[in-house]
């Protein structure tokens, strides 16, 4: 994926001169102005203030760049400037005072964020550091969660509490239970080993439903396949090296699929390869009559174009079938191209999509759609986003893992479903 670019306008002017031609300005009258224009500065308000203090990511809108950190000067006076509404209806769902807030940064890409609403903390991965975070709410402690996490990607909560993780390097689905202890929920179909699942949900029936796409094999997000295999057919690469000596092995068996795993433990694609292409995350309508999926580029080791960066939906049928596949949103908004992947449903059906539109900085972070797939609200972020979770006490706070930082923002609607 690719990372919004960093770089600071360059400044004018040059350094090291020596020499003062005659009549020109004094070193302490050149100061003096300085800070007459800090003063003139000070009275601008919060805004001007922004320019000193730690360096921020670029702003999405804002001259100076908005400081993100706990310590940067306020920017809410009523709503978020960050948070667009694109439609009259996103109204309702935006959260008046209340500001887009980073609560953590230091990850290298972090994804995978869900709400345990019982121990009311939010845990994420953070893939290529190999480990799980967790933000505890009533104070904003966060510390290690697991490690190694063997590169897990996507999170939940099940309707029963126990975390549900998909791991890249071990190329499967456990459920973490009750009692500590770890179950392997799916790694073989067919008998060949699944790619690197990404995003997982569960149906109200009890069922598990994950995605399959390739990107954990890959150096950064996992392990690539051993030598000959799709993502390492040079066989340069030694995907052994810094790894347990169980990993290594693997190659890619199996197309980029969909899979349902039945509470009796049977494993079924539910939408195959040519449905669509690297399938990343998904989540259910609120009344589990839909799936969303997002498709999103082209993986390591796939022969074929990979997806497009857009969301398709399908109805779930009354025997866990899925039938009368649809483009949901190419999610182009305003000739961008904003790629989805993580995605979650509120209570009234709209889909929130994170947003990866690259170096296009303002249209990185959460597309929310309505039910019919119109784009009506944006939140804008510094960072590209990966995913998203509803959660809180209220479950009316939307949690953003975006690249390297978890943001957060109180909204007044609701996630649909735990996790």
Known sequence: MQAIDRRAPAMNGAAGATDRPAGAPTRRALLG??????????????????????????????????????????????????????DPSFDGMVQVNAAIQRIWTGGLWCEGPAWNAVGRYLVWSDIPNNRQMRWIEDDGH??????????????????????LSCEHLTRRVVR???????????????????????????????????????????????????????????????????????IGAAVRELPTQVYRLDPSGRLDVVIADDGVPDPNGL????????????STGKGPGDTHAGGKGEIYVYDVTPDMKLANRQLFSDCMVDGVKCGPDGLR?????????????????????????????????RI????????????????????????????????????????
């Open 33 to 86: 102005g300085v800070g007459a224009l800090a003063g003139a500065a000070a009275l601008a308000g919060p805004a001007a203030a922004q320019s000193s203090g730690p360096v921020a990511p670029p702003s999405t809108v804002t001259q100076p760049p908005r400081d993100f950190s706990p310590g940067g000067a306020p920017t809410t006076y009523f709503t978020d400037p960050d948070v667009l509404v694109l």
């Open 142 to 163: 966060v510390s290690v969660f697991r490690h190694p996490s063997n590169n897990s990607n996507g999170n939940t909560f099940d309707h029963q509490g126990r975390q």
């Open 176 to 246: 973490y239970e009750l009692d500590g202890s770890v179950t392997v929920l799916a790694d073989r179909f067919n008998g060949k080993r699944l790619n690197s699942p990404n995003d997982v949900v569960q149906h109200r029936d009890g069922s598990y439903w994950f995605t399959d796409p390739p990107y954990g094999g890959q150096l950064y997000e996992g392990a690539p396949d051993a030598p000959g295999g799709p993502s390492n057919r040079s066989g340069r690469i030694n995907p052994r090296l810094g790894q347990p000596p169980e």
């Open 283 to 294: 989540c259910f309508s609120p009344n589990f009559n839909r799936l969303y999926v997002a």
């Open 345 to 377: 449903c509120d209570v009234d059906g709209n889909v929130w999509s994170s947003s990866n539109a690259g170096r296009a900085v303002g249209y990185s972070g959460v597309v929310i759609f309505n039910p019919g797939g119109k784009p009506i609200g």
């Open 380 to 419: 804008r972020l510094p960072e590209v986003c990966g995913n998203v979770c509803f959660g809180g006490p209220k479950r009316n706070r939307l949690f953003m893992a975006a690249s390297q930082s978890i943001y957060a923002i109180y909204l007044s609607t609701q996630g649909a479903a735990p996790g």
